[in-house]
């Protein structure tokens, strides 16, 4: 049974930063892509940033240069750092879980709230 089990979200002032993280249980490491979305009210969950296994990274136009995305494949965990945080990063984040096509898996969700 997969689990995905988020922590770190909060409120932070402008300009802050913060540090998700997302502890994987019952999943395949390797092959495996892990990222995270986000999704803010009335809009759509988009991708913030994905990393495979083998270590490739890609980002959301909007966060690069200010997030960065890790993980350790021995506690197949990985982190978002954000800095430089912005009102407009203002959602609700989701750990996601890939492997192939057939295994799709998402976190609860975590709040992230940036005041102006």
């Known amino acids: 049974q997969v689990q995905l089990v988020e922590s770190g979200g909060g409120l932070v002032q402008a300009g802050g930063s913060l540090r998700l993280s997302c502890a994987a249980s019952?999943?395949?490491?390797?092959?495996?892509?892990m990222g995270w979305y986000r999704q803010a009210p009335g809009k759509q969950r988009e991708l913030v940033a994905a990393?495979?296994?083998?270590?490739?990274?890609n980002y959301a136009d909007s966060v690069k240069g200010r997030f960065t995305i890790s993980r350790d494949n021995a506690k197949k965990t990985v982190y978002l750092r954000m800095n430089s945080l912005k009102p407009e990063d203002t959602a609700v984040y989701y750990c996601?879980?890939?492997?192939?096509?057939?295994?799709?898996?998402w976190g609860q969700g975590t709040q992230v709230t940036v005041s102006s």
């Open positions: 990393a495979t296994s083998g270590g490739s990274t």
């Open positions: 019952g999943v395949i490491v390797r092959g495996s892509v």
């Open positions: 996601n879980y890939r492997w192939g096509l057939e295994y799709n898996y």
